[in-house]
T-cell receptor, first 113, second 114 residues
């Protein structure tokens, strides 16, 4: 069975600092995608960043970047220059069969002013 | 940008009531999903639909059914609500095929069953 594991239920970071959220996954698929989704308090879940497994280059989106280690099945999210608006629940996810996605249990990120 | 809307943000129902949660998307997406979100458990897939009148069970379908009569609308039905179905329910949609497409989420419905 496919699994996505986020080992940090909660994290805190000082505003303007850098923080890394960890994620490991297990899949038997040869072709898959990995995602980080953000769910701000009382707001909709949105996609932060996507990585195609066959691409070696790590994806980046402005202050957000990933460290994708395919052999280790690791997919961490780095947030640089943390801002108050980055406070949210972050979910790591991996595609499964038939367009479905398996989500991790989430990491709640607090930004300290 | 397109939207996924859910009929209610908050809902309070009594045990044994039949409950309908509605979800509508305006992006012409083939796939639609219903998830349940509970603290410490993440998102768990209840049902999935990849076409009108087509449905597939997810990981936790017990106690739920779904209906998709039109492409843009996907309904989640609790036939007889129970207190253990108190939760946040999220609807999502995506394009079909090439599974790298992102899922677009609605704002969620927080259901309380008393």
């Amino acid at each position: 069975a496919q699994t996505v594991t986020q080992s940090q239920p909660e994290m805190s970071v000082q505003e303007a600092e850098t923080v890394t959220l960890s994620c490991t996954y297990d899949t038997s698929e040869s072709d898959y995608y990995l995602f980080w989704y953000k769910q701000p308090p009382s707001r909709q879940m949105i996609l932060v960043i996507r990585q195609e497994a066959y691409k070696q280059q790590n994806a980046t989106e402005n202050r957000f970047s990933v460290n994708f280690q395919k052999a280790a099945k690791s997919f961490s999210l780095k947030i640089s220059d943390s801002q108050l608006g980055d406070a949210a629940m972050y979910f790591c996810a991996c595609t499964s069969r038939d367009d479905k996605i398996i989500f991790g249990k989430g990491t709640r990120l607090h930004i300290l002013p | 940008d397109g939207k996924v809307t859910q009929s209610s943000r908050y809902l309070v129902k009594r045990t044994g009531e039949k409950v309908f949660l509605e979800c509508v998307q305006d992006m012409d997406h083939e796939n639609m999903f219903w998830y349940r979100q509970d603290p410490g458990l993440g998102l768990r897939l209840i049902y999935f639909s990849y076409d009108v009148k087509m449905k597939e069970k997810g990981d936790i379908p017990e106690g739920y059914s779904v209906s998709r009569e039109k492409k843009e609308r996907f309904s989640l039905i609790l036939e007889s609500a129970s207190t253990n179905q108190t939760s946040m329910y999220l609807c999502a949609s995506s394009l079909m095929g090439a599974s790298g497409y992102e899922q677009y989420f609605g704002p969620g419905t927080r259901l309380t069953v008393t």
